[in-house]
């Protein structure tokens, strides 16, 4: 059974910075490309930051380059997510997920973790 687990959201003030991790498991990790999305209130989910399976291809939104770092360890299977610069904006649930190397959508998602930023 494949499972995807968030954690690391939070409370912080603007400005400040945040980890998100996702571990995951059941699966072969190294053959997935990994995302994040987020899902702010009464929002559609919007893509955040993906990155290839070897790590060596990553891809952000406009909203967040320059802020957000994608990373991964491929012998912890967790694929992280650095948020610094924080801002209002950013407070939604963010999502990790998984699709396999040449798939075309995403196979395999978490449960989700709160990351709220106070003005």
């Known amino acids: 059974q494949v499972k995807l687990v968030e954690s690391g959201g939070g409370l912080v003030q603007a400005g400040g910075s945040l980890r998100l991790s996702c571990a995951a498991s059941?699966?072969?990790?190294?053959?997935?490309?990994m995302a994040w999305f987020r899902q702010a209130p009464g929002k559609d989910r919007e893509f955040v930051s993906r990155i290839s399976w070897s790590g060596g291809i990553t891809y952000y939104a406009d909203s967040v380059k320059g802020r957000f770092t994608i990373s991964r360890d491929n012998a912890k299977n967790t694929v992280y997510l650095q948020m610094n610069s924080l801002k209002p904006e950013d407070t939604a649930v963010y999502y990790c997920?998984?699709?396999?190397?040449?798939?075309?959508?995403?196979?395999?998602w978490g449960q989700g973790t709160q990351v709220t930023v106070s003005s």
């Open positions: 059941g699966l072969t990790f190294s053959d997935y490309n």
């Open positions: 997920a998984a699709k396999i190397r040449l798939g075309a959508t995403y196979d395999y």
